[in-house]
């Protein structure tokens, strides 16, 4: 089955600690994406990339970096510098072709602080 | 900042009957497209429509645009205890491969 996996489900961040999410998607998929999403919120955008080696940054990219080496993959590292990192991460994938695509969504990585 | 704003921002109804969510937005779109969001999970797309259409139908689901006023409504039809869940609108205005702009959801509760 065609899908996005994210990993891990569950994760803790120590203080000054840089923590990474894993995304992986196998849609062939060109356009990936990160959302935060804070309880009783909607998603905000923090990165997102088009194509592999480029990316771009959203609304709240502060405090987050990505990489983009391979198509299937767009990893999101918390690093100590994001001051609130707790929060339900959500990673996205969307077909470029034909425009009017919707997104499809993993199953999300919830960071907590320890 | 947030384009979609969603109405009701929670809502409680009887299964079986029809359940009317409301969103509005600020700038032109390419299109809108509503999420679905069980507890702990990832979203899950509904349906979309494009700027230039004004409804369409999915199974028990309607959606209407009206782009003159900036809102979308969702209407879920004859709802079953299952549709317990988030509902989110999400705006594209660029068509391209830019991310989608999301509300805060309206929190659907189907009681048996």
């Known amino acids: 089955d065609g899908g996005i996996t994210q990993s891990p489900k569950y994760l803790f961040r120590k203080e000054g600690q840089n923590v990474t999410l894993s995304c992986e998607q196998n849609?062939?998929?060109?356009?990936m994406y990160w959302y935060r999403q804070d309880p009783g919120q909607g998603l905000r955008l923090i990165y997102y990339?088009?194509?592999?080696?480029?990316?771009q940054k959203g609304d709240i990219a502060e405090g987050y970096s990505v990489s983009r080496e391979k198509k299937e993959s767009f990893p999101l590292t918390v690093t100590s510098a994001q001051k609130n990192p707790t929060a339900f991460y959500l990673c996205?994938?969307?077909?470029?072709?034909?425009?009017?695509?919707?997104?499809?969504f993993g199953d999300g990585t919830r960071l907590s602080i320890l | 900042s947030q384009q979609g704003e969603e109405d009701p921002q929670a809502l409680s109804i009887q299964e079986g009957e029809n359940a009317t969510m409301n969103c509005s937005y600020k700038?032109?779109?390419?299109?809108l497209q509503w999420y679905r969001q069980n507890s702990g999970r990832g979203l899950v797309h509904l349906i979309l429509?494009?700027?230039?259409?004004r409804e369409k139908h999915s199974g028990r689901l309607r959606v209407t645009l009206d782009t003159s006023k900036k809102s979308s409504s969702l209407l879920i039809t004859a709802s079953r205890a299952a549709d317990t869940a988030s509902y989110f609108c999400?705006?594209?205005?660029?068509?391209?491969?830019?991310?989608?702009?999301f509300g805060k959801g309206t929190h659907l509760i189907i009681q048996p």
């Open positions: 429509i494009r700027s230039n259409e």
């Open positions: 999400a705006t594209d205005e660029g068509g391209g491969a830019d991310g989608l702009t």
């Open positions: 849609l062939n998929h060109d356009a």
């Open positions: 700038t032109s779109i390419n299109n």
């Open positions: 990339s088009q194509i592999v080696n480029d990316f």
């Open positions: 996205a994938s969307r077909s470029r072709g034909l425009g009017n695509q919707p997104q499809h």
